[in-house]
């Protein structure tokens, strides 16, 4: 791994002036909660992929995975519901959020379209404030940024560095969507060697060692990588370049392997067909290959470069005395991008780590589907390969699962925020006031965290982008956006949504739509509009 930037060095020299090996383990777990953006199931090695990431690989041999996790879909309702234990349409953030400092919420927009998080939800950061934590934030935050009273140190943080909006160039932030510390915008970066993923955990680390309590902390370190754009250090592009001239139908194939050796699938598991838009890659010219060899290895290059950081931060928390007594949890917000890719003709892409590009130039359907190995579509839909994530939880004074389980449990993001109330002895707050918070939809899996079966929940509901789908127990119902039909699937032998059972089972899917219908009316999901408005302009497509 090449040397550190003097930023870098610098960060870490003052930090470890302020180190604290000899302060005595808190009384309650320390909580390190940590977001991969836009990256699939199957993308780092404990979950199948080929991509070097032994960091995390060593979190999961010494703690626990879940097969069965899942997500909301798209960043921001993922991170709502991370931080708040609700559905993301309770919280207002059933969409994108604000995409600049400027960009108001449209005027007929309903309550749980907000896209920012309202006021009737209370955040991780603001319910373990009075219980004595210190909370630390660093990474995108992509709640809302067009108001200052919607940023994370407004939300119950006490520090932040990163950036507001969803998206932004890791070699030079700026605009609205350059780096903040705190509450305050900072100048584009001035070091030729800047790299957000870097950056971010830099500051993460100073945050912690900058406490000089015994206070239990609470760090969130949401990274960007690996979401678009396609930037990465060249030395980590060089690692992969090559690799991938075999094609996504090799990788996948690859994948599942490993997969149903690890424990993670059923050896009966096959691979979905190939997702539409995904060409036969026999079929595309030697620079289309070439082209797409190199957008896989920047992307391989960003989650390889993820996963070094990850290191760099447990490390640290080994030199504090605290990885013992410390919560990390591991997760993605949705899964694999398919961005459409454009063959750009002769010569290289030149806008790959082009500093100056922060536009959507991602790696295609095909890679999105690889990252998803086995399952369908991908991130913005409702079928498997969009709404499942890696969860990886590390916790040694705190598990009492055998070291590196798998736990078949399906469980979901919005259990992350009632679990961790529950191990910081914290009190979420009364719900019988009019105006007090909404009651949490998530439940506790610190049963299953400690080898026990969990009760419930029954039910996991979705809905984005007018796509909708309802799981109870193996059941599985997708209505696609446009269609007025459910689909339906038995998860226990079709992990992959293969064979729509729908029509041999008429009385499943009405009940199933109608508990949705139910589910959707009592949680914001609709209406999307105020009533006696006119229709608001179609959300982007990614």
């Not at 990256?39 to 992929?49: K, L, V």
């Amino acid at each position: 791994m090449p040397a550190r930037t003097v930023f870098t060095a610098i960060l870490i020299a003052c930090a470890f002036g302020a180190r604290a090996e000899d302060r005595p383990a808190p009384s309650r777990p320390n909580i390190v909660l940590i977001l991969a953006d836009d990256m699939g199931w199957s993308d780092i090695g404990c979950y199948g992929g080929e991509i070097p990431t032994p960091h995390l690989d060593a979190l999961a041999e010494g703690g626990l995975r879940f097969s069965q996790f899942y997500n909301s879909a798209r960043c921001s309702p993922t991170r709502a519901s991370l931080l708040t234990g609700l559905y993301p349409h309770q919280t207002g953030m059933g969409g994108l959020a604000e995409s600049s400092l400027k960009d108001q919420a449209a005027s007929d927009a309903a309550d749980g379209y907000l896209r920012y998080l309202n006021r009737r939800c209370v955040t991780l950061a603001e319910v373990l404030a009075p219980a004595g934590y210190r909370r630390y934030m660093a990474g995108k935050w992509h709640l809302g940024m067009n108001e200052r009273d919607r940023w994370p140190l407004q939300r119950g943080f006490e520090r932040f560095y990163g950036i507001l909006g969803g998206t932004t160039s890791y070699f030079r932030p700026a605009g609205s969507f350059g780096l903040y510390l705190d509450n305050d915008a900072l100048p584009p970066p001035a070091e030729s060697a800047y790299y957000t993923t870097d950056a971010f955990t830099d500051r993460a680390i100073q945050f912690l060692h900058e406490q000089k309590s015994n206070d239990p902390f609470f760090l969130y370190l949401a990274f960007n990588a690996p979401h678009w754009p396609l930037h990465a250090r060249p030395e980590d592009i060089e690692r992969f370049r090559g690799r991938y001239r075999q094609g996504w139908s090799v990788i996948r194939n690859e994948r599942l392997a490993r997969q149903v050796k690890m424990g993670l699938l059923n050896e009966k598991t096959v691979l979905s067909p190939q997702d539409d838009g995904a060409r036969d890659w026999s079929q595309l010219s030697p620079h289309q290959q070439d082209q797409l060899d190199e957008r896989m290895a920047v992307y391989a290059a960003q989650i390889f470069r993820l996963d070094w950081n990850v290191g760099r931060l447990v490390t640290a928390l080994k030199e504090m005395g605290c990885l013992e007594t410390t919560l990390i949890l591991f997760l993605s917000d949705n899964g694999g991008c398919a961005e459409p890719y454009t063959d750009l003709g002769g010569g290289r892409q030149t806008e790959i780590n082009d500093p100056a590009k922060a536009g959507a130039v991602s790696y295609g359907t095909g890679w999105a589907n690889a990252s998803n190995t086995p399952f369908r579509k991908y991130k913005a839909t409702l079928y498997e390969g969009g709404i499942r994530s890696p969860l990886i939880v590390h916790w040694p004074h705190g598990l009492r699962t055998p070291p590196g389980s798998v736990t078949d449990s399906p469980a979901s993001v919005l259990d992350v925020m009632p679990t961790l109330v529950e191990v910081a002895g914290a009190t979420y707050p009364g719900t019988d006031a009019p105006d007090a918070p909404l009651r949490q939809a998530g439940t506790s899996i610190l049963p299953i965290l400690k080898g026990d079966a969990r009760d419930g929940p029954e039910w996991f509901f979705w809905e984005q982008y007018q796509n909708r789908a309802i799981r109870h127990g193996r059941w599985k119902a997708v209505r696609p956006a446009q269609s007025t039909s459910w689909e339906l699937y038995d998860l226990d032998t079709d992990p992959v949504e293969q064979s729509d059972i729908a029509s041999g089972n008429p009385q499943r899917v009405a009940d199933m739509a109608a508990r949705w219908d139910a589910w959707a009316a009592a949680h914001l999901v609709l209406p999307k509009r105020k009533p006696g408005t006119t229709p608001a302009k179609a959300p982007p497509t990614k």
